[in-house]
């Protein structure tokens, strides 16, 4: 039912190629003849507290996500989207996997919460003796048209610069990384706040809570790589489009819709400084994301089309922000009960990757997912400047208690 709402999730990519006139390009092919998303059940033999206990993320948690090391470009033959229950002893893990070329971050949470909506009102209705009709509709549809498509309208296709994919496509071959959340609390990160602000010597509150953890992130990280002074390094955050374009586009707008912004200098200044002066680069980079620098970007891109790789596009002296504690993580019931923590799979992990959820005790508070090489996540875990804000791990048995 979800579905009928997001149908492109349905749908297959298809390469359409011709060599008179010269064109490439690529679209979702939604008719009957797709396929369509898969959905499969799994049961473990594990407990709730065995993935939230340990201080690491257990490895075992990838096997909840469907189609390791897929690429986007394989949706030409494999699911766009796929959904996996693995039925824990004491819960339910709900894995989703979900093709980036059809959607960001954004996206992604409406539709789960789409899906749970639907659910929950199943649910509703199979216990009203008799219930004949059950909802599909859900309150917030999505909103499929193109918005860099205007004036052309959705059927144009794109013309590519290139004559098979071999040209853009590039496998990404994950290091061995350990993954840990780290927890911030409201208070911990209130406190970070007044410190980027008061060594900036900012007269009216600038740098937010998440630009200065940032800061802390990207400087803590850098501390432990031993790169040289003079070596370049960057602190990537993803930024939503939707609210900054002018005029804005509607939170309900399914698509990609999200940029890096980049706050950079060289490794020697970064740790010369504190998190303040770093907090600013950021806090400039997303300042500077306007409406005209997003159009004039779409502009570009338009003449001269790219496609995204993971390996030139990331650098091991950086370190990127990725997802966003707004996403509403734990609000997402499909009738079960509350969602008690989150996780994700193993796409888009490097060396680097810090993945950001809503903190465990609500709004203002903050989980990282942090990727790093072994011996780098030992001498962050020694960092105590880093873990002087941390919340310690015994919080993930204590919520799971609560509920």
């Known amino acids: 039912m979800t579905l009928t709402h997001y149908y492109p999730l349905s749908g297959r990519m298809v390469t359409k190629k011709q060599d008179n006139p010269p064109f490439y390009g690529i679209y979702v092919d939604c008719s009957n003849e797709s396929v369509g998303a898969e959905f499969i059940h799994a049961v473990v033999d594990l407990s709730m507290l065995d993935i939230l206990s340990p201080t690491d993320v257990p490895r075992i948690v990838q096997s909840f996500f469907a189609l390791e090391g897929a690429i986007c470009h394989d949706g030409h033959t494999e699911p766009l989207l796929v959904v996996q ?61 193109r918005w860099f498509m205007e004036g052309n309208g959705d059927p144009l296709l794109i013309n590519l610069p290139f004559s098979h994919h071999k040209e853009f496509i590039s496998r990404y071959e994950q290091p061995i990384l350990r993954e840990r959340m780290f927890h911030f609390t409201k208070e911990s990160l209130a406190k970070l706040k007044a410190k980027a602000n008061e060594e900036c ?127 509403d993580v734990y609000g997402c019931d499909f009738g079960l009960g509350m969602a008690v923590a989150a996780r994700s799979g193993f796409a888009n992990k490097f060396d680097g990757k810090v993945t950001s959820y809503r903190g465990l005790t609500g709004i203002g508070s903050v989980m990282l997912e942090v990727c790093l090489p072994p011996e780098s996540m030992s001498a962050l875990e020694s960092d105590e400047e880093f873990m002087d804000s941390v919340s310690p791990h015994e919080i993930h048995s204590q919520h799971l208690a609560d509920v």
């Open 201 to 327: 010597n900012t007269e009216h509150t600038q740098i937010s809570s998440f630009q200065a953890l940032s800061a802390l992130v990207w400087r803590s990280i850098t501390k432990t790589r031993h790169f040289p002074p003079e070596r370049k390094t960057g602190c990537r955050l993803a930024i939503n489009d939707r609210f900054r374009l002018n005029p804005p586009l509607s939170e309900n707008y399914f698509g990609n819709c999200v940029q890096t912004v980049c706050g950079s200098t060289t490794i020697g200044e970064l740790l010369e400084h504190g998190i303040g002066w770093a907090a600013m680069l950021l806090h400039e980079a997303v300042k500077g994301h306007t409406d005209e620098k997003i159009r004039g970007l779409r502009k570009e891109w338009m003449k001269k089309p790219l496609i995204y790789q993971m390996g030139p596009f990331f650098d091991a002296a950086s370190v990127m922000m990725g997802s966003s504690p707004r996403f």
């Open 85 to 145: 229950v693995t039925e824990l002893m004491d819960g339910i893990f709900l894995g989703f996997s979900f093709s980036h070329v059809l959607g960001d971050g954004t996206s992604f949470w409406k539709f789960f919460h789409a899906f749970a909506e639907i659910c929950r009102n199943l649910r509703e209705a199979s216990k009203e003796a008799g219930a004949q009709h059950i909802k599909c509709n859900i309150s917030h549809p999505p909103i499929t048209k």
